[in-house]
């Protein structure tokens, strides 16, 4: 895998904050001990301070906010204590389903080794606001807007509504293959169709908080390639 120039996914930068937009497949923090590459070391050859406020999915995309120093990750990480910050998502969804303001309020069980599930007992608070955007014939692009931040929250919460992110296997999500939306289509002998997405669905899109300044800030993050593509496809035969 290339990785990018650190400098060319900033969106935003001062003195204090920078916000990135996240390629997929890159790990926010050090998984484990001389792991592979990921937004903190890249963030650290750029600025020696960096720390990153926040998390994604590695598989996520999307609007990152790294402080410069200690001072600024105080004031962020409290701003996200706080849930001060506002994060929209975009996903694709498997089916058609209308969200009109839809929250979900169901708790979350970190059960050790990246797996949560859904707990009412032993959860922890989670909710989550879905809004739908766009109608396909077997898709809906949604509009996602935590409130909580759990591990998996937007994943787990779609996934109770049967409507789970396409590609997001650990959820029941189905990969999106273009035979399945395109009619007539034939695949050459002796091929495999590979899916459009190599990953789920999911990319932060915009996020909105206080900078260190006290200015307010909302940073956009255009979709990746592969999510855009995704979108364009959808367009032409599945809408």
Same mark, same amino acid.
């Given at each position: 895998?290339k990785?990018?120039?650190?400098?060319?996914?900033?969106?935003?930068?001062?003195?204090?904050?920078?916000?990135?937009?996240k390629?997929?497949?890159?790990?926010?923090?050090?998984?484990?001990?001389?792991?592979?590459?990921?937004?903190?070391?890249?963030?650290?050859?750029?600025?020696? $301070?960096?720390?990153?406020? /926040?998390?994604?999915?590695?598989?996520?995309?999307?609007?990152?906010?790294?402080?410069?120093?200690?001072?600024?990750?105080?004031?962020?990480?409290?701003?996200?204590?706080?849930?001060?910050?506002?994060?929209?998502?975009?996903?694709?969804?498997?089916?058609? /389903?209308?969200?009109?303001?839809?929250?979900?309020?169901?708790?979350? &069980?970190?059960?050790?080794?990246?797996?949560?599930?859904?707990?009412?007992?032993?959860?922890?608070?989670?909710?989550?606001?879905?809004?739908?955007?766009?109608?396909?014939?077997?898709?809906? &692009?949604?509009?996602?807007?935590?409130? *909580?931040?759990?591990? /998996?929250?937007?994943?787990?919460?779609?996934?109770?509504?049967?409507?789970?992110?396409?590609?997001?296997?650990?959820?029941?999500?189905?990969?999106?293959? &273009?035979?399945?939306?395109?009619?007539?289509?034939?695949?050459?002998?002796?091929q495999?169709?590979l899916?459009?997405?190599?990953?789920?669905?999911? /990319?932060?899109?915009?996020v909105?908080?206080?900078?260190?300044?006290?200015?307010?800030?909302?940073?956009h993050?255009?979709?990746p390639? $592969?999510?855009? *593509? &995704?979108?364009k496809?959808? $367009?032409?035969?599945?809408?």
């Amino acid at each position: 895998m290339k990785f990018p120039k650190f400098a060319d996914l900033i969106l935003f930068e001062d003195d204090d904050i920078i916000v990135v937009n996240k390629p997929p497949f890159i790990s926010s923090l050090d998984e484990r001990e001389g792991g592979e590459i990921n937004m903190l070391r890249l963030a650290k050859q750029y600025t020696d $301070d960096a720390q990153i406020c /926040h998390r994604l999915d590695k598989e996520t995309s999307g609007a990152l906010i790294i402080a410069k120093k200690p001072e600024a990750y105080r004031t962020v990480s409290m701003q996200f204590e706080r849930r001060k910050v506002k994060e929209v998502y975009h996903a694709v969804i498997d089916g058609t /389903h209308v969200f009109d303001e839809l929250l979900i309020d169901l708790p979350i &069980l970190n059960v050790g080794k990246g797996n949560v599930t859904i707990s009412r007992q032993e959860g922890k608070r989670a909710e989550t606001w879905f809004q739908s955007l766009k109608y396909y014939k077997h898709y809906t &692009l949604v509009e996602c807007r935590p409130v *909580t931040g759990r591990m /998996h929250q937007i994943r787990i919460h779609l996934a109770t509504q049967r409507a789970s992110i396409a590609g997001d296997e650990m959820y029941k999500g189905q990969p999106v293959f &273009l035979s399945k939306i395109k009619r007539k289509y034939i695949l050459g002998k002796d091929q495999e169709e590979l899916p459009i997405m190599k990953r789920f669905a999911l /990319h932060a899109y915009e996020v909105s908080f206080k900078l260190p300044s006290g200015q307010d800030i909302t940073v956009h993050a255009p979709y990746p390639k $592969d999510f855009e *593509t &995704l979108l364009k496809l959808l $367009d032409k035969f599945d809408s």
